[in-house]
């Protein structure tokens, strides 16, 4: 079992930076693929980017490509999300979810997933 709480999220101009931090508890979170997806009103809830458990293989959503880095820390059992050059799409909430397997895109595949952290980009 792994409980995941994520934190950092906030309202931001476009052009800003902000780093999400997800806290999990429980045991062998070296051994779980973490990842981000994100949710805006209206729309289905979508991947950004996941990181295997050694960190080895990282893959991202084309649209955050380039702007967005995916980092963990297995002393500390968390995962970031740095984001930067922030635009208003990028607004919706923010998960972060945990699977044994191997990194995947998909949600559906996803064990265990934090409450969500809200992000909204706007002048």
């Known amino acids: 079992q792994v409980q995941l709480v994520e934190s950092g999220g906030g309202l931001v101009q476009p052009g800003d930076s902000l780093r999400l931090s997800c806290a999990a508890s429980?045991?062998?979170?070296?051994?779980?693929?973490m990842a981000w997806f994100r949710q805006a009103p209206g729309k289905e809830r979508e991947f950004v980017a996941v990181i295997s458990w050694g960190a080895i293989n990282t893959y991202y959503a084309d649209s955050v490509k380039g702007r967005f880095t995916i980092s963990r820390d297995n002393a500390k059992n968390t995962v970031y999300l740095q984001m930067n050059s922030l635009r208003p799409e990028d607004t919706a909430v923010y998960y972060c979810a945990a699977d044994r397997g191997p990194p995947r895109t998909t949600p559906a595949v996803y064990a265990y997933w934090g409450q969500g952290t809200q992000v909204t980009v706007s002048s």
């Open positions: 429980g045991r062998s979170f070296s051994s779980y693929a």
